[in-house]
T-cell receptor, first 112, second 118 residues
C-alpha cells in the first residue's frame, strides 16, 4: 500500500509553462518534505512544511501543505529546462527523528 | 560543512558474495537512516540508527541484511549472500541531534551506492 500518492507520475511540458504536482494521502503527517533527485544522485531537500495550510516559496516554486496535513502540492511557475528532474514528496508520521514515507515520484521534463 | 558521504558509489558483486556499504553522516548529525530505491520506484525505508543503537529496523529484510553505527566510524549496511533482487541504489541520510520535543528532523541524503549483483 502506497501511503503517499504522487500525480502525475510523468509530466513533459514546454519551457515557460506552469505546472502543479500533487502528493496525496489518507493519513495525517506531522511534516512533509519535498526533494528533487537528479539521475545518479541522492535526493536534495527543497523544503519542509509543518503547519496545516502552510505555504512556502522558493523562487519559482510554491509548496503548500493541506489544511488537514494529508496532502501537499508543488507549483512551478514559468518552468525552465533546469527544473527537469524527479520530484519526491516524503512524509513523517510523527514528530521527532524517524523514518520518512516516500511517494513514488513525479518525473518532470521541461522541453526548451 | 561536508555533506553525507557514501562509499563506494558503485559496487558489483556476484551472487552469494557479501556487500558492505558505508555512510558517514554530516558533521554534527547523530541520526542515520538507510533507504533502498529499486529501479523506477520510490525510496523505501530500511533502518534508522543512532550511535551504537538500532532504533527502527522495520524496513529491513529479516535475513541477510544487517546495519550498524558504531561509536567510532561510519555506519555500515551489510548484505550477506547477495541475490540479483538486491540490485538497487542504497541511500543513507542523516539528521541532527534534537534538543527538544516537537522538533522537525530534516534528513539530508548522500549520493547513494549503486549495487549490481551479477
Amino acid at each position: 500500500t502506497q501511503l503517499l500518492e504522487q500525480s502525475p507520475q510523468f509530466l513533459s511540458i514546454q519551457e515557460g509553462e506552469n505546472l502543479t504536482v500533487y502528493c496525496n494521502s489518507s493519513s495525517v503527517f506531522s511534516s512533509l518534505q519535498w526533494y528533487r533527485q537528479e539521475p545518479g544522485e541522492g535526493p536534495v531537500l527543497l523544503v519542509t512544511v509543518v503547519t496545516g495550510g502552510e505555504v512556502k516559496k522558493l523562487k519559482r516554486l510554491t509548496f503548500q501543505f493541506g489544511d488537514a496535513r494529508k496532502d501537499s502540492s508543488l507549483h512551478i511557475t514559468a518552468a525552465q529546462p533546469g527544473d527537469t528532474g524527479l520530484y519526491l514528496c516524503a512524509g513523517a508520521r510523527a514528530q521527532g527523528a524517524q523514518k520518512l514515507v516516500f511517494g513514488q515520484g513525479t518525473r518532470l521534463t521541461i522541453n526548451p | 560543512n561536508a555533506g553525507v558521504m557514501q562509499n563506494p558509489r558503485h559496487l558489483v558483486r556476484r551472487r552469494g558474495q557479501e556487500a558492505r556499504l558505508r555512510c558517514s553522516p554530516m558533521k554534527g548529525h547523530s541520526h542515520v537512516y538507510w533507504y533502498r530505491q529499486l529501479p523506477e520506484e520510490g525510496l523505501k525505508f530500511m533502518v534508522y540508527l543512532q550511535k551504537e543503537n538500532i532504533i527502527d529496523e522495520s524496513g529491513m529484510p529479516k535475513e541477510r541484511f544487517s546495519a550498524e553505527f558504531p561509536k567510532e566510524g561510519p555506519s555500515i549496511l551489510r548484505i550477506q549472500q547477495v541475490v540479483r533482487g538486491d540490485s538497487a541504489a542504497y541511500f543513507c541520510a542523516s539528521s541532527p541531534k534534537g534538543t527538544g520535543t516537537g522538533q522537525i528532523y530534516e534528513q539530508y541524503f548522500g549520493p547513494g551506492t549503486r549495487l549490481t549483483v551479477t
